[in-house]
């Protein structure tokens, strides 16, 4: 097991299992990772602002787990 898939299956463990990014060529292993694991979803966003705003605006609040509102 690579680092990288080691790190998803870590975010799965702790009940991670939604990424918004905007990938440049750096994060191509991390990405190559996310085909093995069909459970963690990566959204594509256009911009890293609306990666963050989707992650702490749409993601949070639809589950109760790390990122959540309270």
Do not use: K, W
């Amino acid at each position: 097991m690579r680092g990288h898939e080691a790190i998803l299956r870590q975010f799965l463990v702790n009940g991670i299992d939604h990424m918004f990014g905007n990938p440049g060529t750096v994060e191509q292993g991390f990405l190559d990772a996310l085909e093995d694991l069909p459970q963690m979803r990566y959204v594509l966003t256009l911009q890293e602002s609306i990666a963050v705003l989707c992650a702490d605006g749409c993601q949070g609040p639809l589950q109760a787990g790390p990122g959540s509102n309270p």
